[in-house]
């Protein structure tokens, strides 16, 4: 293979993935059979084989038992707006994680006490073993699942405060800013750091992905007086929303 040639089955998945882009292999169509890739490229079973897969792992084709496989629907990205904690209190975990006016939904949550690992407990600034409340949301809009989160939260910040549990409680549903407010920890510095990884088997399975598929993963933390208070990982599916972010001028 000379320099800059690409192998035989990435120029195949190219050929069938401009197909299924400019509209020549439309939604719902079978992909050519493997015999069919094999005949019309002039390529061999492995090469058509790997062509396909490539194509499943990108999220454009999905096998379907016993019928072939199939080009996927491709969503229309939407836009999740993220603007940083809002301070003026009343806002729903859902509105907290999205802050476009507009957005309605629905989530439901889950909070357990448990140790901290190594990752988490860095962010933390804690050390590994130490309690922490983990809460898990699922966040729906028109009743499908648009985002899944995990936050955490010391335990030495929050233990044995009404704001212990952030579901439940006087403030239980409120902003961490709101909530850490209410126990005298002032939060007045917030971080975000978005990245891209295949989803977790469990992830796709909740957000309706197929295997390989790509999810973005916001990293949240925040800060009192350089503490770190509450830290969460949000995610959300690649192939169906941008990431748009509302900074103030300073």
């Given at each position: 293979?000379?320099?800059?040639?690409?192998?035989?089955?990435?120029?195949?998945?190219g050929?069938l993935?401009?197909?299924?882009v400019?509209?020549?292999?439309?939604?719902h169509?079978r992909?050519?059979?493997?015999?069919?890739?094999?005949?019309?490229?002039?390529?061999?079973d492995?090469?058509?084989?790997?062509a396909?897969k490539?194509?499943?792992?990108?999220?454009?084709v999905e096998?379907?038992?016993?019928?072939?496989t199939?080009?996927r629907?491709?969503?229309?990205?939407?836009r999740l707006?993220?603007?940083?904690?809002?301070?003026d209190?009343?806002a729903?975990?859902?509105r907290?994680e999205q802050a476009?006016g507009?957005?309605?939904?629905?989530w439901?949550?889950r909070?357990e006490q448990?140790?901290?690992?190594?990752a988490?407990?860095e962010?933390?600034?804690?050390?590994p073993g130490?309690?922490?409340?983990?809460t898990?949301?699922?966040f729906?809009?028109?009743?499908e699942?648009?985002?899944l989160?995990t936050s955490?939260?010391?335990?030495e910040v929050?233990?044995?405060?009404?704001?212990?549990?952030p579901?439940?409680?006087p403030?239980?549903?409120?902003?961490?800013?709101e909530?850490?407010?209410?126990?005298?920890?002032?939060?007045d510095?917030?971080?975000?750091?978005?990245g891209a990884?295949?989803g977790?088997?469990?992830?796709?399975?909740?957000l309706?992905?197929?295997?390989?598929?790509?999810?973005?993963?916001?990293?949240?933390?925040?800060y009192?007086?350089?503490r770190?208070?509450?830290?969460?990982d949000?995610?959300?599916?690649?192939?169906?929303?941008?990431?748009?972010y509302?900074l103030p001028?300073k």
């Amino acid at each position: 293979m000379t320099f800059g040639e690409q192998p035989a089955y990435l120029r195949v998945a190219g050929d069938l993935r401009k197909k299924i882009v400019d509209g020549s292999l439309p939604p719902h169509t079978r992909l050519p059979s493997q015999a069919r890739i094999r005949e019309e490229y002039g390529v061999s079973d492995t090469v058509a084989l790997e062509a396909r897969k490539v194509l499943m792992a990108e999220g454009l084709v999905e096998g379907r038992s016993g019928s072939g496989t199939y080009v996927r629907e491709r969503p229309v990205p939407r836009r999740l707006a993220r603007s940083g904690y809002r301070p003026d209190g009343g806002a729903t975990p859902f509105r907290q994680e999205q802050a476009d006016g507009e957005a309605r939904g629905t989530w439901e949550s889950r909070s357990e006490q448990i140790a901290a690992g190594g990752a988490v407990a860095e962010r933390l600034g804690i050390e590994p073993g130490e309690r922490v409340m983990c809460t898990r949301y699922v966040f729906r809009e028109a009743g499908e699942v648009m985002m899944l989160s995990t936050s955490w939260e010391p335990l030495e910040v929050t233990g044995r405060t009404p704001v212990m549990l952030p579901e439940e409680g006087p403030l239980g549903g409120m902003g961490v800013a709101e909530r850490m407010a209410a126990i005298d920890v002032i939060v007045d510095n917030v971080t975000e750091e978005v990245g891209a990884r295949p989803g977790l088997a469990e992830e796709l399975q909740a957000l309706g992905g197929v295997p390989g598929h790509v999810v973005l993963v916001i990293q949240r933390t925040f800060y009192a007086s350089g503490r770190p208070v509450e830290t969460a990982d949000v995610v959300v599916p690649a192939d169906r929303y941008r990431i748009a972010y509302h900074l103030p001028v300073k």
